[in-house]
């Protein structure tokens, strides 16, 4: 999703029975459904877990700015470039509260940065993709924004009380966002054949790296495993993909547009989809930074960083300077 | 939308379109400029804030144009005018196509921009045209942010490290010949003020200078010399950097036409 493949360090789940009393009653805490909140005693992988999530979802807020922020400038009415900005900003305020809520766990925006720029914690692939017309701008928002909710409304229940709450907020403008780039589509099929097919072509190149967002199947991953026991994830990456193709397949249909999957199907047995396997090889080049975009995308978020340094050392400056001023008002006061 | 008022029967229709033009057309172009900004701003918090602005300034334009649209009577919606006219049909002051820049030149241009935009706005708000008053009313609770925002940062810059303090003085030294064509007036502006829909530009240059200038005296900034002032926006005459933003703006309205988005 936005976060793919969280890591955990746990080598395997522990039973409650080889935990030392403060783990095991954390983890019945867990199991009653309690939230754990940034002052309480939790163990450190549960900590690191949570920041190396937390941050990778915040930091694919940010970065995917960019493939959307490409067409504010070109959007096509005024209403629609009204509308597309109001989403980027949200999603620039998601990045915001999820640094927050990381930075309860110990660990500063800045190092988070750090961490991003070098390449050392991730964003999710689907942002390494281009938005080449107009119509991909609705795609994201109904596929992109769909993947998202998908995996996002379980986590509203998340153990961790910040991120749960940080969720919250979050999932009520994803689903306003989805809605929006559905009508995006909505308008261009029942315009021009030009538009018609724009709306499938983004389509084609969408759907594979929108399915890839779930991540590999984690059926046998003990660090799923032990994500779940923390309830710091909820369902398997295959079955949330399998909840976003059912219920993003009929409104394709709505939309007139055709799947590209020759392997999809309607499985009356299971009354879902069967469909193909995305392909994991660009999968995982996409992650390691050979994806279409990658290049351009960290380096955009890199020279903003360093453009800014001046801007943001100015306004530290000037605090400090104010500062200083009180403090000599104060003494000559006396 | 076009209700006819008082203002409405005694001022010349061409006038009024000319002015509803500048003011939407100020707004587009401004906005148009900071939402190039999107994803690439120093800090997050900034990112946000530009977007909000651009926000606000978009929505605004859709206001401006709609009432242009409305007075012209021709049936151009505010779509129509903001992507379908060429660049010598543009009203905007030269001021607001200038090119980003760093962040300190983006920050400078909003703030010179900001500090007339208010106190305009604040004058329209007693217009007799109530269609004016009205999107002048709305607009200018946005803009006092705006200003209060971009005052705030051109102090902080201004009096914060060397190298702040030099991209602040550099912007302003750049921005400034661009400044003055804000308060000239033009042969229309007359009939409007006579008709009391809108104030002659020339008679805010006193309080733009107080609040501008004791702005860039907090920032320890150096106010420019008065000098030579370029012209030209308000009459079509352009730079060339319109031309581009237009290509950008207008590209898929021009290269589907007749299509609905
Ligand atoms: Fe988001
Ligand atoms: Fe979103
Ligand atoms: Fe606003």
């Excluded at chain 1, 692939?125 to 998908?150: C, E, H, K, Q």
């Excluded at chain 1, 955009?300 to 000599?328: H, I, N, P, S, V």
């Excluded at chain 2, 309080?207 to 000098?227: F, Q």
Aim: charged share 25%; aromatic share 10%.
């Amino acid at each position: 999703m936005y976060a793919q493949m969280v890591k955990t360090d746990a080598p395997r789940v522990k039973t409650l029975d080889e935990m030392d009393p403060q783990e095991r009653s954390f983890q019945e805490r867990i199991d009653q459904g309690q939230k754990i909140e940034p002052k309480e005693w939790m163990p450190e992988g549960y900590r690191k877990t949570l920041i190396r999530q937390i941050s990778q979802h915040a930091h694919s807020e940010i970065v995917g700015q960019l493939p959307e922020g490409n067409w504010i400038t070109r959007a096509p009415t005024l209403e629609r470039k009204a509308i597309l900005l109001a989403k980027v900003q949200d999603e620039a305020g998601h990045g915001l509260y999820l640094y927050c809520a990381a930075e309860t766990l110990g660990i500063s925006r800045d190092e988070m940065y750090e961490q991003l720029h070098s390449g050392k914690a991730k964003y999710s692939s689907i942002f390494n993709y281009p938005t080449l017309t107009w119509a991909d701008i609705g795609a994201i928002g109904w596929l992109v924004d769909g993947a998202a909710i998908m995996n996002q409304v379980p986590l509203q229940r998340c153990s961790y009380g910040p991120y749960s709450r940080a969720m919250i907020r979050i999932c009520k403008e994803e689903s306003f966002h989805q809605r929006q780039g559905f009508d995006i589509l909505m308008k261009m099929v029942k315009g021009t054949p030009a538009q018609k097919a724009m709306v499938q072509d983004a389509l084609n190149r969408w759907w594979w790296p929108s399915l890839m967002m779930f991540g590999p199947s984690d059926d046998a991953s003990v660090h799923s495993a032990q994500s779940m026991a923390w309830k710091i994830k909820q369902n398997s990456n295959d079955e949330l993909r399998q909840k976003f193709v059912d219920q993003t397949v009929p409104q394709a249909e709505y939309l007139g547009l055709t799947i590209p999957d020759p392997k999809l199907e309607w499985n009356e047995e299971k009354g879902g989809y069967d469909f193909g396997e995305p392909d994991w090889n660009e999968f995982f080049e996409v992650l390691a930074g050979n994806g279409p975009c990658n290049a351009e995308r960290l380096g955009a978020r890199r020279k903003a960083w360093a453009d800014g340094a001046w801007f943001r050392d100015g306004l530290t400056a000037y605090a400090e300077k104010q500062a200083a001023r009180r403090a000599g008002n104060e003494a000559a006061a006396e | 939308m076009a209700e006819a008022t008082v203002a409405d029967a005694a001022v010349d229709p061409t006038a009024l379109f000319e002015f509803l033009l500048r003011m939407g057309d100020n707004t587009l172009i401004l906005g148009h400029r900071l939402s190039e900004w999107c994803g690439h701003a120093p800090a997050l918090e900034e990112d946000i804030a530009l977007a909000n602005t651009a926000l606000d300034l978009i929505g605004q334009t859709q206001l401006w144009l709609g009432l242009a649209g409305a007075v012209e009577g021709k049936g151009r919606s505010a779509d129509d005018l903001a992507f379908l006219r060429d660049a010598c049909e543009f009203r905007n002051l030269l001021l607001n196509e200038r090119p980003n820049g760093d962040f300190g030149k983006t920050l400078m241009r909003q703030f010179l921009f900001d500090a007339w935009h208010h106190l305009f706005l604040n004058a329209l708000r007693l217009s007799s045209d109530t269609r004016i008053a009205e999107i002048a009313g709305k607009a200018s609770k946005e803009v006092s942010y705006h200003l209060e925002r971009s005052r705030d940062l051109v102090i902080r810059l201004g009096d914060g490290t060397a190298e702040s303090h030099g991209r602040m003085q550099g912007a302003l030294d750049d921005l400034w010949p661009y400044t003055g064509e804000m308060f000239m007036n033009e042969a229309s502006d007359a009939v409007l003020a006579a008709a009391g829909v809108a104030p002659e530009p020339a008679g805010l240059k006193t309080e733009w200078d107080a609040l501008v200038g004791e702005t860039l005296s907090e920032a320890t900034l150096k106010e420019p010399a008065e000098g030579y002032m370029q012209k030209g926006g308000k009459r079509g005459i352009h730079t060339e950097h319109l031309g581009y933003i237009l290509a950008d703006m207008q590209f898929l309205q021009r290269a589907y036409p007749g299509a609905t988005w």
